[in-house]
T-cell receptor
Framework: GNSVTQMEGPVTLSEEAFLTINCTYTATGYPSLFWYVQYPGEGLQLLLKATKADDKGSNKGFEATYRKETTSFHLEKGSVQVSDSAVYFC??????????????FGKGTSLLVTP | DVKVTQSSRYLVKRTGEKVFLECVQD?????MFWYRQDPGLGLRLIYF???????EKGDIPEGYSVSREKKERFSLILESASTNQTSMYLC?????????????FGQGTRLTVV
């Protein structure tokens, strides 16, 4: 079946540091890939997405590239801010699977950025 | 502004009670989902629905049922609440038709079963 594996947290960084959160996936079909973010006390919101190989999703300074050869979708940001402190979830949807449009999530990575 | 609204932010229920969690979306989305979120486990899919009166089991449906009588409303039902159902419950909705369709989430309901 489909699954998403992302790096364990928590990740603690100083402001302006470079961020990488690793995400790899397994899928029976050809999935779409997503990063969602959950700020404290809030629901999840979409950060970025990519539909096909070599697509790059980007938003708010975050980027991730769909790498089919390595089945990865790593999240990066060149200079993090305190306001980026949140939990980040990698996810996939695979219309060829039984769950179709439903998102299959990784376990989440907690990021804390200190001043 | 698009919105998914869950009826309660916090609930405390007793073991054995029947519990209803309500979710309403105002975006005319066909797809609706219920997840539970637990520390170290991420989000796990309980049930989903692609149309009125339609429901499909997700990865962890045991102990739960759902109801979708209207397109905008998707209810999660705990037939007899147990302490291991203490969790954060998240409702989401999305459009059909595109493989990269974005899911919109509600704020979540933190349920405690005592």
């Amino acid at each position: 079946g489909n699954s998403v594996t992302q790096m364990e947290g928590p990740v603690t960084l100083s402001e302006e540091a470079f961020l990488t959160i690793n995400c790899t996936y397994t899928a029976t079909g050809y999935p779409s890939l997503f990063w969602y973010v959950q700020y404290p006390g809030e629901g999840l919101q979409l950060l970025l997405k990519a539909t096909k190989a070599d697509d790059k999703g980007s938003n708010k300074g975050f980027e991730a590239t769909y790498r089919k050869e390595t089945t990865s979708f790593h999240l990066e940001k060149g200079s993090v801010q305190v306001s980026d402190s949140a939990v980040y979830f990698c996810a996939l949807s695979d219309l060829e699977s039984n769950s179709g449009y439903a998102l299959n999530f990784g376990k989440g990575t907690s990021l804390l950025v200190t001043p | 502004d698009v919105k998914v609204t869950q009826s309660s932010r916090y609930l405390v229920k007793r073991t054995g009670e029947k519990v209803f969690l309500e979710c309403v979306q105002d975006m005319d989305h066909e797809n609706m989902f219920w997840y539970r979120q637990d520390p170290g486990l991420g989000l796990r899919l309980i049930y989903f629905s692609y149309d009125v009166k339609m429901k499909e089991k997700g990865d962890i449906p045991e102990g739960y049922s759902v109801s979708r009588e209207k397109k905008e409303r998707f209810s999660l039902i705990l037939e007899s609440a147990s302490t291991n159902q203490t969790s954060m419950y998240l409702c989401a909705s999305s459009l059909s038709g595109q493989p990269n369709t974005e899911a919109f989430f509600g704020q979540g309901t933190r349920l405690t079963v005592v």
